[in-house]
Nanobody
Framework: QVQLAESGGGSMQAGGSLTLSCAASERSDRRNCMAWFREAPGKRREVVATIYSGGGNPYYHDSVKARFTMSRDNAENAVHLQMNSLKPEDTAMYYC??????????????????WGQGTQVTVSS
């Protein structure tokens, strides 16, 4: 079974930038949706962005539109999340996840079967 590993989290002041990466342990020929979710203390895990293996524009949660960019690197079996203009409310544990054989990419946690361990992002004001 494919495994996911996130990296790139850290602490940043508001207005700064971070890039998260999620590497898959193996390549899959199956159509899939990769997603970034985040979970802040006391809040539900929410979708941040999704991207489909078959192409098309990524989906973004309204709260991160125009600030975050999700991309795929098929050569490295990885996805990235470029986060600009970070805000304190972006503070959360960020997780990547994958769902196979689904379209459109679902924004719901329950649709994703495989998850990484998460990487912490902390934004101070």
């Amino acid at each position: 079974q494919v495994q996911l590993a996130e990296s790139g989290g850290g602490s940043m002041q508001a207005g700064g930038s971070l890039t998260l990466s999620c590497a898959a342990s193996e390549r899959s020929d199956r159509r899939n949706c990769m997603a970034w979710f985040r979970e802040a203390p006391g809040k539900r895990r929410e979708v941040v962005a999704t991207i489909y293996s078959g192409g098309g524009n990524p989906y973004y949660h309204d709260s991160v539109k125009a600030r975050f960019t999700m991309s795929r690197d098929n050569a490295e079996n990885a996805v990235h999340l470029q986060m600009n203009s970070l805000k304190p409310e972006d503070t959360a544990m960020y997780y990547c996840a994958v769902a196979f054989d689904v379209w459109p990419c679902p924004p719901h946690r329950v649709a994703y079967a495989i998850w990484g361990q998460g990487t912490q992002v902390t934004v101070s004001s």
